[in-house]
T-cell receptor
Framework: AQKVTQAQTEISVVEKEDVTLDCVYE???????LFWYKQPPSGELVFLIR??????QNEISGRYSWNFQKSTSSFNFTITASQVVDSAVYFC??????????FGTGTRLQVFP | GAGVSQSPSNKVTEKGKDVELRCDPI?????LYWYRQSLGQGLEFLIY????????KSGLPSDRFSAERTGGSVSTLTIQRTQQEDSAVYLC??????????????FGPGTRLTVL
C-alpha cells in the first residue's frame, strides 16, 4: 500500500520563527517521487519541490529546505524565518509507477505577525 | 506562459442534474489529471490521460463520473445525476508527459462544485 502521513494538522507560529512540517511516506516501490505543494487561501496548488528516491541530498531554496531520509521514510520541509505570506496549507505527495499523486492530509500553517 | 485553466470557477447545481467541468492544460503538456478535494476525503486522484487515452480511471468514484479528452488538449469531466456528496473542489493538473522519471504536475485553480 502507498500512503503519505502528515501528522501535524495545524501549526501556528509567530513571524521569524523557523517551522518544520513533517511528512512520512509508505511504498514498496524502489523508484518513487516525493513532492511538496503549497495551497494558499486562493486555493491553487503551487508546486514547491520534487525529489526522486535515488537522490537523498537535502535541498535549500531561499528560506525553504527539505530533508529527505529514506531510513525513516521521511521528507520534511523547513521554513526558516517564517513570514505571514507563508500561511497556507502544505501538502506532501508521493507518486510511483502509476504517476498519480497520493497526497497527505495537509498541514495548515498560520504565521502571525 | 499560461498555466492550467479550469471553468467554471464555481458551479452550483441541484441534485440530480448533470454537470460538465472543463480543463485546459498547459500548452504542450500531454498528460492531464483530475483530482477531487473535499473536506472528508482530502485530495483524491480521479483519472489521468496520456494524450486522448485514459490508462488509469481507478479513482472515478462511480459510473456517474466520466471524462474525455479530445485533440490531446482540453478535457471535460462529466458528473451525471449529481448527488450532494459530489460537492467538492475539482482540480485539474497537467504535466509534460507520463514517463519515467515522473514529470511534475502543475495544477489549475479548480472548480468548486456545490450540489444542493
Amino acid at each position: 500500500a502507498q500512503k503519505v502521513t502528515q501528522a501535524q494538522t495545524e501549526i501556528s507560529v509567530v513571524e521569524k520563527e523557523d517551522v518544520t512540517l513533517d511528512c512520512v511516506y509508505e511504498t514498496r516501490d524502489t523508484t518513487y517521487y516525493l513532492f511538496w505543494y503549497k495551497q494558499p487561501p486562493s486555493g491553487e496548488l503551487v508546486f514547491l519541490i520534487r525529489r526522486n528516491s535515488f537522490d537523498e541530498q537535502n535541498e535549500i531554496s531561499g528560506r525553504y529546505s527539505w530533508n529527505f531520509q529514506k531510513s525513516t521514510s521521511s521528507f520534511n520541509f523547513t521554513i526558516t524565518a517564517s513570514q505571514v505570506v507563508d500561511s497556507a496549507v502544505y501538502f506532501c505527495a508521493l507518486s510511483t509507477r502509476t504517476d498519480k499523486l497520493i497526497f497527505g492530509t495537509g498541514t495548515r500553517l498560520q504565521v502571525f505577525p | 506562459g499560461a498555466g492550467v485553466s479550469q471553468s467554471p470557477s464555481n458551479k452550483v447545481t441541484e441534485k440530480g442534474k448533470d454537470v460538465e467541468l472543463r480543463c485546459d492544460p498547459i500548452s504542450g503538456h500531454t498528460a492531464l489529471y483530475w483530482y477531487r478535494q473535499s473536506l472528508g476525503q482530502g485530495l483524491e486522484f480521479l483519472i489521468y490521460f496520456q494524450g486522448n487515452s485514459a490508462p488509469d480511471k481507478s479513482g472515478l468514484p462511480s459510473d456517474r463520473f466520466s471524462a474525455e479528452r479530445t485533440g490531446g488538449s482540453v478535457s471535460t469531466l462529466t458528473i451525471q445525476r449529481t448527488q450532494q456528496e459530489d460537492s467538492a473542489v475539482y482540480l485539474c493538473a497537467s504535466s509534460l508527459e507520463v514517463r519515467n522519471p515522473t514529470d511534475t504536475q502543475y495544477f489549475g485553480p479548480g472548480t468548486r462544485l456545490t450540489v444542493l
